[in-house]
């Protein structure tokens, strides 16, 4: 059985790609930021995960104005770095897994979340940034496949941070239901407070954020509450990408050990954010098999349900 082990939130500030890409990472103002990902990259190294979810936002760049998926799951074999106008980043072409991710879309829409399915996508800095900052700067290749779950953050309306607690919630069970043994972690990707635009355009909430971070394993419920305008009030019109950082902390256990954080400000006048959230290990088999029962059965039911009734409409096209 496939499972997620851990989720991991970080920002996905562009600059830092192009820091990166442009070999200023020994620069004060960027070694204060690159620094605080080193444990981190000690932990994925060790961790190993087979597969990485990575929950981000389009920028313009696979998606226009002319169609703006709310939730876009990618299903294809492979994922090249888009061009964002300057040229694609020099980062490996992601590989997905095909077979997972359309598991994944099968079980997660028989649960009721209607997600897009992406066939062809190019992905850009708020999926490849947070990879650099966990897994390095390989050459060549990542060292795992990488699911793309693209969110709407950037029109009105996105979804609200309840819906992705959710959703990451029936990502577990999609995850849970796969028969090969895989270990998978997720990314909860953006933020944290920042505002690119407009009067208040370098809006950073140091207090604010912090709470958010603090509430990740105290009390993730109060998170899911948070309205629209709470984080464009408090984080910035651009904080409202934090809600993706609500389908991480839902896929995982109730109880998470934070077993890393880091954060600073300002990276191009954003704050940055990191944490590394791992299923609590004490006793946790039990209340696993607990909740499972309990969520699974649901889940279980409505996939079954829908399941019928395909077949239903399926026979009666074959009559
Ligand atoms: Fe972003």
């Known amino acids: 059985m496939a499972k997620i082990i851990a989720g991991i939130g970080s920002s996905h500030v562009p600059a830092i790609g192009a820091a990166l890409d442009n070999g200023k990472t020994e620069e004060p103002y960027w070694k204060r930021v690159f620094s605080g990902f080193e444990k981190s990259k000690e932990w994925m190294a060790k961790t190993k995960p087979d597969v990485a979810i990575v929950v981000y936002n389009d920028h313009a760049s696979a998606f226009s104005v002319e169609m703006i998926p709310t939730f876009a799951l990618g299903c294809a074999a492979e994922f090249p770095p888009a061009d964002e106008g300057w040229g694609p980043r ?95 972690v997720i990314f909860g990707t953006g933020g944290l407070s920042h505002q690119i635009s407009g009067p208040r355009a370098g809006l950073i909430n140091s207090k604010w954020d912090k709470s958010f971070l603090d509430n990740l394993s105290k009390d993730q419920k109060k998170l899911t509450r948070i ?93």
């Open 90 to 184: 020099p980062v490996p072409v992601v590989k997905g897994h095909p077979a997972l991710a359309a598991h994944i879309a099968q079980s997660v829409i028989l649960d009721e979340f209607d997600l897009t399915i992406v066939n062809k996508m190019e992905v850009d800095h708020g999926l490849t940034v947070p990879m650099n900052l966990l897994f390095g700067q390989p050459k060549d290749a990542w060292p795992c496949p990488v699911i793309p779950l693209a969110v709407n953050v950037v029109m009105y309306p996105p979804p609200t941070g309840h819906r992705c607690y959710m959703l990451g919630k029936a990502l577990r069970r999609a995850v849970e239901s796969y028969p090969e043994d895989l270990k998978v």
């Open 227 to 319: 309205p629209h305008l709470e984080y464009m009030r408090e984080a910035g019109a651009e904080g409202i990408e934090m809600v993706m950082w609500l389908i991480m902390r839902g896929a995982l256990d109730d109880k998470v050990d934070e077993v890393y954080r880091f954060y600073t400000v300002p990276a191009s006048n954003t704050a940055v954010g990191h944490i590394i959230l791992e299923n609590a290990r004490k006793a946790s088999g039990t209340r696993k098999v607990a909740g499972k029962s309990k969520r699974g059965s649901a889940g279980k039911s409505r996939q079954a349900a829908a399941r019928k009734s395909i077949h239903r409409i399926a026979s009666k096209g074959t009559r």
